[in-house]
């Protein structure tokens, strides 16, 4: 786990992709874990008097526009430290606007070598982390090309 200087806690993963796996499959297997898993996209806030959390669910449409997070894609030389990479995703990371997890690609499109998975410590706890790898691996096996 690591502290942000905002006191934010992340959780972050490393995951080795095996060559014979393509983008798209990687792709549908980020889809499948986030379909599956709704609170690594619903939005945390406080209630009016700032004194309770509330988590919102948002509609099929809005998970799609303002927090079904796809993968992004590293950089096609030298791939970059992972810390460099968590840096860069970490800012992206706003729980009140649904966006609690990031899927990095590192290695390039082509041919992506590793995944960094960096999250909100809001919604990732250990079993979590357990969770999202078994669902992971079942539905790359799904989803090979």
């Given at each position: 786990?690591?502290?942000?200087?905002?006191?934010?806690?992340?959780r972050?993963?490393?995951?080795?992709?095996?060559?014979?796996y393509?983008p798209?499959?990687?792709?549908?297997?980020?889809?499948?874990?986030?379909?599956?898993?709704p609170?690594?996209?619903?939005?945390?806030?406080?209630?009016?008097?700032?004194?309770?959390?509330?988590?919102?669910?948002?509609?099929?449409?809005?998970?799609l526009?303002?927090?079904?997070?796809?993968?992004?894609?590293?950089?096609?030389?030298?791939?970059?430290?992972?810390?460099?990479?968590?840096?860069?995703?970490?800012?992206?990371l706003?729980?009140?606007?649904?966006?609690?997890?990031?899927?990095?690609?590192?290695?390039?499109?082509?041919?992506?070598?590793t995944?960094?998975?960096?999250?909100?410590?809001?919604?990732?706890?250990?079993?979590?982390?357990?969770?999202?790898?078994?669902?992971l691996?079942?539905?790359?096996?799904?989803?090979?090309?």
């Amino acid at each position: 786990m690591r502290l942000l200087d905002s006191g934010v806690e992340l959780r972050v993963l490393t995951l080795e992709i095996p060559p014979n796996y393509s983008p798209e499959a990687v792709q549908f297997a980020v889809d499948t874990v986030l379909e599956q898993h709704p609170m690594l996209w619903v939005r945390l806030h406080r209630d009016a008097a700032g004194t309770a959390p509330v988590f919102e669910i948002p509609a099929e449409a809005q998970r799609l526009d303002e927090a079904f997070l796809g993968l992004e894609y590293g950089i096609d030389q030298t791939p970059p430290p992972v810390d460099d990479v968590v840096r860069a995703v970490a800012s992206e990371l706003d729980p009140a606007q649904g966006r609690n997890i990031r899927f990095v690609l590192v290695g390039g499109r082509e041919v992506p070598t590793t995944m960094v998975i960096v999250a909100n410590g809001l919604v990732v706890d250990d079993t979590s982390w357990r969770t999202i790898i078994d669902k992971l691996s079942l539905a790359w096996s799904r989803g090979r090309h």
